[in-house]
Structure formats: C-alpha cells, structure tokens
C-alpha cells in the first residue's frame, strides 16, 4: 500500500520526540526538583513516546506485531495526551505540560496510523 514508509517513519519522529519531551520532564522537573505532577506526566511521555517509537519500527519492517501495537499505541496516546496538553495540574493551574501543537499530534496521528494499518490489513486480506 502506498505511503507504508512515511507512515512508520513520522511514527518513529513522533515517538522519538515524545519520548524525549517525557524524559526531559520525568527528569528534570520530576526527579531533580521533586515535583510530583512532572513526574507523573514524564513517565506517561516517555512510555507512551516509546511504544510510538516501537510502533513505528514494527511498520518500517513490517512486523505482525503491528495488529497489536498499534491499538496499544493509540489506547496509551489519548489519555496521556489528553492528561499532558488538556488537563491543568493541581500546583500550577495556569499551563499545560505539552502544547498544544504536540497534543494535537499525540491524539491525531495515533489514530490516524490505526485507521491506514486497518486499510492496510483489509487491502491484503483481499483476494
């Protein structure tokens, strides 16, 4: 199916960045400076950002571990996203952990990776 490459490759960006933003705030602000709610949210973007990551190496090499870890991808991505760019903390009510830019892409692209892998795997079951 056309555009198999540039999915798994803007998987792989997507998820390398998001696992970095996480380990930034999981280390910095979480774990240097003892906040609670950075921690929490690091850890998520680090996890959720990994498994992106994962995700889209499973499709570069076209791996049957995709029909699982692309749901998983997409029930991690949500609420981490929906936590990190829509939910104001406790402490500090007046920002978000991520942008809005970012949040954007943490809910949407999951989503619309699952939907090409679905079209993908019916495209083959086909005769």
């Not at 999981?26 to 680090?46: C, F, H, K, M, Q």
């Not at 991690?76 to 970012?102: D, E, M, N, Q």
Request: net charge positive; glycine share 10%.
């Amino acid at each position: 199916m056309r555009g198999h490459m540039a999915v798994s490759l803007f998987a792989i960006v997507f998820g390398a960045l998001e696992t970095a933003g996480g380990v930034q705030e999981l280390v910095y602000r979480g774990v240097l400076n003892s906040e609670r709610d950075p921690l929490i949210v690091g850890a998520l973007g680090t996890v959720t950002g990994a498994v992106l990551l994962w995700t889209g190496v499973a499709l570069l090499i076209r791996s049957r571990l995709v029909s699982v870890l692309a749901p998983a991808t997409v029930y991690l991505s949500i609420p981490t996203f929906l936590i990190a760019g829509v939910y104001k903390c406790s402490s500090c009510p007046h920002h978000h952990y991520a942008g809005w830019r970012i949040t954007l892409v943490g809910i949407v692209y999951p989503l619309m990776m699952l939907f090409w892998c679905k079209m993908e795997a019916k495209q083959e079951a086909a005769p």
